[in-house]
């Protein structure tokens, strides 16, 4: 899928221009436009959800009736999605190159770690992603592979010395006490617990991660930096409404991830899940969606543009996300700000549109800001197409009793506790992959 820039063009040389309206709309949203934005409802019974697109309606208004038309059907809906939410990735090839440039062996040697550097290039620019895959040592091949990018550094996921600190840009909080934009040897191993490798090998899984910020940064660079870099040409398209934003970059880079693991002698590649947490939840949804080789996606407490269903209104909004993150979507989805009856679909096309592969959603109970039940509900008005294909997706309208996984096809629990991805969530995740790669 690609756009056409010219009318953008001249816009690339205007960068004096861009800084100004930086600072004006920085201002702006620190003043009125977060006014502008109704306060977010916890409350169910508040909820009015209204009638959802049936993603069974195909382009000319008619419901598909057998399985033989879902692959056009499904080409239609991610057009649609990527059209209104995420915005396209261009449609040029990048070239992927890696090394391995460390390895050694972790938890007495049942675990192989592998370090590489994988070197993204176009004609215009080239981007180094530090890449580390954790295989279960004894095994030539592991049962399968989960890959998954993190929010700080590879060297956050164990508190392995070894492991690489990445040196492009990470944010400043006062949690991690970085003040510089620049990673630091402190924070080794403060994610250990999103990443349970030592479990996950034990069961003869892979686990695969790269920093998110490697693959774009996580603010509004004006296309500047990150994979957006590769192709300058789109850096005048900022303002195109269905370019692609930070979310669809990330997703991509996760595809060119995968083009690496796909080729090494560790991995089964007919086994390879995305997964992801929150904005990487939806990061992986997206990544999956589109990506076939994915044979299994995992959305963790992904909410909003994520897997819950936008039209319930519950926790983050549209208005919210777009106001708060402007940089995650293309700009056509603001038109959906306080308009979300008016989107052409809702999130459960997401998820149908990765059928008739397997897929998962977890959600937590106290994560109310990413909508529990909107997530389960997405999954269940995906049951229809997963149906139509001849699989089971989830059993019922109502959602299950906290950490019960239920479902088939689509698989689904709710983990008592707060947003966040722990080794129960994992737990959950390598029994739905033990039943779908046995
Ligand atoms: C929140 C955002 C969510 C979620 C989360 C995260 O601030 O509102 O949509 O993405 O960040 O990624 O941790």
Known sequence: MTFSLPRFQRLASLSQVGLVLTFVSVFLMSTSIYGQVPPANEDESLVVMGQLPDPLVGRDGHLIADRTAWPKQREYLLELIGENEYGFAPSQPANVAWKVVEQGWMFDGKTKRTQMVVTLSTEASELNIDFVLFSPAQVKTAKGCFLGLNFQGNHTVDKDPALRIPTSWVANSKETGITDHRATAQ??????TRWPIQEINERGYAVATAY?????????????????????????????????????????????????????????????????????????LWAGANDNRFSIVISNNSGCGGAALERRNFGETVARINTYFPHWFCPNFKK????????????????????????????????????????YL??????PVYKLLGFKGLPSETPPVADTSVGDRIGYHNRTGNHDILSFDWQQFMNFADRHWK
Do not use: C
Not at 341 to 349: E, G, I, M, S, V
Not at 378 to 383: E, K, N, P, V
């Open 212 to 284: 998110y910020g490697d693959i774009d940064p996580d603010f509004d660079d004006g296309f500047k930096n990150g994979v957006h870099g590769l192709f300058p040409q789109h850096q005048a398209s900022a303002e195109h409404p269905s370019r692609w934003g930070t979310i669809a970059g990330w997703a991509w880079g996760m595809s060119r991830l995968l083009d690496v693991l796909v080729q090494l002698p560790e991995i089964e590649s007919t086994r390879i899940a995305a997964i992801g947490h929150s904005r990487l939840g939806k990061t992986a």
């Open 187 to 192: 924070m080794r191993g403060a994610q250990d």
């Open 336 to 375: 959906y700000n306080q308009n979300e009856t008016a989107l052409p679909f809702d999130q459960h096309a997401l998820i149908a549109s990765i059928a008739p592969r397997p897929v998962y959603i977890s959600s937590a109970t106290k994560d109310l800001w990413a909508d529990p039940k909107g997530e």
């Open 378 to 383: 997405s999954g269940w008005y995906a049951t």
